[in-house]
């Protein structure tokens, strides 16, 4: 065969594999999701972090009994890398999958986007299913883009033998001063072998995120403007001083090789943690050790006695691209996984998933006393004030300000809590970074 | 007529052409267009979702404000001078020890020196956490014997850039040496001999061979250690997460965290461009250098 031949086919072969590849790209809808009525059975897709996608293969059977024409496959993403990978998908218009999971404090970057599927016209029926805090996250410019899945109302798992060896009584920890001062009684009288908790300095604002809700204060207010200068933010900077300053933590990072090995010694008290974390505690516990330690649960101190005790950290949903071809079946998956009491008692029990589906708090299966933890009513505890807590004002640019504040607050902790009027100049300088206003004082 | 001459010459070629055309094809799409792209970006206001904005020099005017950008600078200056002339030194005395003729068990300890560069920074990290761990340390376990206070090494804002370049030390040296190690082997034998027999001593032979033939292996070895801790991501990541505060915080994780965190992509190719380029000129200074002491 001539050379010039050889080219020409070749070149033609070239030209018809990429205008293949450039009409399958522009055939991609960017907008709303399309049914894929007429379409041979393709199955959608699901991104899903380790725990929650094992979670939801678990329960795949009980899912195709009621749509048995929609074939699922669930793809475990690690939560690290989800976040990027989802943003080129989306950016790319393509190759994002047909259901996704997210971290509820990231909806309103995303939704600010318009690349992901208005669910508004299935989904605003089950509005007062969910807590508002939570629901409210899920909403943006009046349009619902996301469903809420797991929460994190938080408690204090503490090991009981360990409480009384010190004559510590958690019944009487009602505030946050009490748990301080028990904290010191233990450390006192363990000669700084056992510390009161785990609290890092490279996680302040975990735990000022916790006091900031039970205080009632906002990072942003509702026009969006900063809000962290409040006497509220104020009273949980407070709080977390004096946690610091009381000399009862370990520095040591809620997960890491350091607290796991904890779980099964003396060398912590407690944990204040959500709700997810008892599961962790237990997967991590060996049965002896967890037996000798006697783990229990009680609720969170509040700001003072009488006040709130819970407050949240973090959570889930799931979302619908809005490049997806399966709309309807995307849709029905998860209806069927976050709508739907069995469903979401499903992923807690066994995954310690605890439902955002108010629903599901309803069921006696929520009452059921847990072994683990001395035939406490762990469940029950921690549904305890859960609509009372006050819903975050999310921006589009949630996660920059939180990764701003926990910058500011681990230097703050780092070098001693000195910076006088630190709220109000980390307020100006989050704002001028932010490209918006501070609130005045 | 010339052009003529060369387009038929190229025709009667086409099937070389054909041969290296992967390459380049590959190269221009991975390579070519996602760094002129980037160039493009630099010039606008893009969240990776929206529409693009172009905001001419807008980004590059913003990074002289960006007190992040500039701390991630210093930050950077610092990893840099407490890690690259160590590692220069430590890799070279290595490589002159492994190439050593009395020594036994050569390729046993070759294999211990590069082996931390190719271990899995999570694994590194795990034994490093261990090392610098506040409540359990062996640090702060030799501290506590010498009778000195405990240090909070990857959470005071003092001590996070040392722990880090440490780390960085002990997983990087071993690859200098290897390299080094390849440097001194390819010096002439003749040299040292030569020398030898003109009554050069130890040091004299040091001093006026290995180390002028050397220069080259050094000046590649500062390069590439320049680029190396100007772009040190997991190290950072994985122990410190560029706290406490800011103090950790290296270029590498800024510009991580500037893209996929902030999702400002329009300002991360602009940063990313003017570091591209300060790096750049800063290698041809040292090349020029070098370049300069051949000629004299």
């Not at chain 1, 997210?102 to 016209?121: C, G, H, P, S």
């Not at chain 1, 004096?242 to 944990?271: K, M, P, Q, W």
């Not at chain 2, 002990?170 to 001999?193: F, H, N, S």
Request: proline content about 5%; some cysteine.
């Amino acid at each position: 065969m001539p050379t010039a031949q050889l080219i020409k086919i070749l070149l033609a072969g070239a030209l018809l594999v990429a205008s293949g590849v450039v009409a399958s790209r522009f055939d991609q809808p960017r907008s709303e999701g399309t049914s894929r009525s007429g379409q041979a059975s393709q199955p959608i897709v699901v991104w899903a972090w380790n725990t929650p996608a094992k979670s939801l293969r678990q329960f795949m059977p009980s899912f195709r009994v009621k749509h048995p024409d929609i074939d699922v496959r669930v793809e475990m993403i690690g939560s690290n890398m989800s976040r990027a990978r989802f943003l080129l998908a989306l950016s790319a218009g393509i190759g994002a999958p047909d259901v996704a999971m997210i971290e509820i404090q990231n909806v309103q970057q995303y939704a600010a986007t318009k690349t992901l599927a208005d669910l508004t016209e299935r989904a605003s029926h089950y509005a007062s299913s969910f807590p508002p805090a939570f629901w409210d996250n899920c909403v943006y410019d009046g349009r619902v883009y996301a469903i809420p899945w797991d929460m994190g109302p938080c408690g204090v798992f503490y090991k009981d033998a360990v409480f009384r060896r010190y004559g510590v009584d958690a019944a009487k920890i009602e505030s946050w001063d009490e748990f301080i001062a028990a904290g010191r009684k233990i450390v006192t009288a363990s000669s700084g072998q056992t510390r009161m908790l785990p609290l890092a300095t490279g996680e302040m604002s975990h735990m000022f995120e916790l006091l900031l809700q039970q205080a009632g204060g906002q990072i942003f207010d509702a026009e969006g403007r900063v809000a962290i200068n409040s006497p509220e933010a104020g009273v949980a900077l407070d709080v977390l001083q004096r946690l610091v300053e009381a000399d009862i933590s370990a520095n040591i990072a809620a997960h890491g090789f350091e607290v796991y090995s904890s779980f099964n010694t003396d060398a912590i008290a407690c944990y204040v943690m959500p709700v997810w974390y008892g599961g962790m505690i237990r997967d991590a516990t060996q049965a002896a050790a967890a037996r000798q330690l006697a783990w229990r649960v009680m609720r969170l101190p509040a700001m003072q006695p009488g006040g709130l005790r819970n407050s949240n950290r973090g959570g889930s949903v799931l979302v619908i691209p809005a490049q997806t071809q399966h709309f309807d079946d995307a849709w029905k998956f998860v209806e069927f996984a976050l709508c739907d009491v069995d469903s979401q008692l499903a992923h807690y029990q066994q995954f310690h998933l605890f439902p955002a589906f108010l629903p599901a708090h309803r069921d006696k299966r929520f009452d059921r006393p847990d072994q683990f933890f001395g035939g406490q009513h762990v469940s029950r505890l921690f549904t305890q004030q859960l609509e009372e807590i006050p819903a975050l004002n999310r921006t589009a640019d949630w996660l920059q300000a939180e990764h701003y504040l926990n910058r500011a607050l681990s230097r703050w902790a780092a070098t001693g809590m000195e910076a006088p009027d630190f709220l109000q100049t980390l307020a100006v300088r989050l704002a001028r970074r932010l490209g918006r206003e501070a609130t005045s004082r | 007529m010339r052009a003529r001459r060369n387009w038929a010459d190229v025709r009667r070629h086409a099937h070389f052409y054909l041969f290296i055309a992967p390459f380049f094809l590959l190269f221009a799409v991975f390579g070519m267009y996602p760094v002129l792209f980037s160039f493009f970006l630099s010039f606008t206001k893009w969240n990776g979702l929206t529409e693009r904005r172009w905001i001419g020099l807008a980004n590059f005017a913003a990074m002289l404000h960006d007190e992040i950008f500039w701390t991630s600078l210093w930050n950077t200056a610092v990893l840099g001078v407490l890690t690259i002339p160590a590692m220069l030194v430590l890799g070279f005395l290595f490589a002159l020890g492994l190439n050593a003729g009395w020594l036994r068990a050569k390729g046993y300890l070759r294999t211990a020196f590069f082996l931390p560069c190719i271990t899995p920074m999570v694994a590194i990290a795990i034994v490093f956490l261990l090392v610098y761990s506040p409540e359990r340390g062996i640090l702060n376990w030799l501290l506590r014997s010498a009778g000195l206070g405990p240090l909070d090494w990857l959470n005071s804002v003092s001590w996070s850039k040392p722990s880090l370049a440490m780390v960085s030390l002990w997983r990087w040296t071993g690859y200098t040496a290897v390299l080094m190690l390849a440097g001194l082997q390819g010096i002439p034998k003749d040299y040292y001999e030569a020398a030898r027999l003109d009554g050069a001593g130890g040091f004299a032979r040091m001093w006026h061979i290995t180390l002028p033939l050397m220069r080259p292996m050094f000046i590649y070895c500062s390069i590439s250690a320049l680029l190396g801790t100007v772009f040190m991501f997991d190290e950072v990541i994985v122990l410190t997460e560029g706290g406490p505060g800011a103090s950790s915080l290296n270029f590498g994780l800024y510009l991580f965290n500037t893209s996929f965190v902030d999702f400002r992509f329009g300002y991360a190719s602009a940063v990313a461009y003017t570091m591209a380029a300060f790096v750049f000129l800063l290698s041809l200074v040292i090349v020029r250098r070098r370049r300069g002491d051949e000629n004299w």
